[in-house]
T-cell receptor, first 112, second 108 residues
Framework: DTGVSQDPRHKITKRGQNVTFRCDPI?????LYWYRQTLGQGPEFLTY????????KSRLLSDRFSAERPKGSFSTLEIQRTEQGDSAMYLC??????????FGDGTRLSIL | QKEVEQNSGPLSVPEGAIASLNCTYS??????FFWYRQYSGKSPELIMS????GDKEDGRFTAQLNKASQYVSLLIRDSQPSDSATYLC????????FGKGMKLTVNP
């Protein structure tokens, strides 16, 4: 089966702009997760979905961040009014129920 | 706040040696434990999962879990230069909590 797919791989934008990332999970996986990773740190949990329901959000996910998973398939993560501190690797993972999570290649966001 | 701590590293071992990576966690109720390998600029890749006390072996990798001590480790036998990467310890089910990672270098 194909792995978790993320698009774009790299995004460079100016501070204050909005950005949207897409994640396509492994086809039979019902859970989808978003993490953020900065240099020298482990990934930090942002939010997760079971099917189309968003079940948990980290306090790291400020009001400028929103995630959706319409129809329980792909997911989007939008960041509004980007700030310098949003520069990071945004990782998507998926799993089948409680089984281990498998990560996509990530989207690297750079804020100018 | 649930925490996962890994030795600060980095760790350097000669080719063929055993590399030992350690991790402690704060949430005594944790049930699921994982080791991910992350090459520079790449995403984390799952290499081991462990759920019960004791050892779990998969090829050259052995994960060890001691819930009483809240300790999980990863042993890599016959280390190869291709094992050079950052190893991330992760704990949890839906919400994984990761350590900062340990950078391993295997010298030919």
């Amino acid at each position: 089966d194909t792995g978790v797919s993320q698009d774009p791989r790299h995004k460079i934008t100016k501070r204050g702009q909005n950005v949207t990332f897409r994640c396509d999970p492994i086809s039979e996986h019902n859970r989808l997760y978003w993490y953020r990773q900065t240099l020298g740190q482990g990934p930090e949990f942002l939010t997760y979905f079971q099917n189309e329901a968003q079940l948990e959000k980290s306090r790291l996910l400020s009001d400028r961040f929103s995630a959706e998973r319409p129809k329980g398939s792909f997911s989007t993560l939008e960041i509004q009014r980007t700030e310098q501190g949003d520069s990071a690797m945004y990782l998507c993972a998926s799993s089948l129920r409680d089984w281990p999570q498998h990560f996509g290649d990530g989207t690297r966001l750079s804020i100018l | 706040q649930k925490e996962v701590e890994q030795n600060s590293g980095p760790l350097s071992v000669p080719e063929g040696a055993i590399a030992s990576l350690n991790c402690t966690y704060s949430d005594r109720g944790s049930q699921s434990f994982f080791w991910y390998r992350q090459y520079s600029g790449k995403s984390p890749e799952l290499i081991m999962s462990i759920y019960s006390n004791g050892d779990k072996e998969d090829g050259r990798f052995t994960a060890q879990l001691n819930k009483a001590s809240q300790y999980v480790s990863l042993l890599i036998r016959d280390s190869q230069p291709s094992d050079s990467a950052t190893y991330l310890c992760a704990v949890g089910t839906e919400k994984l909590v990761f350590g900062k990672g340990m950078k391993l270098t295997v010298n030919p």
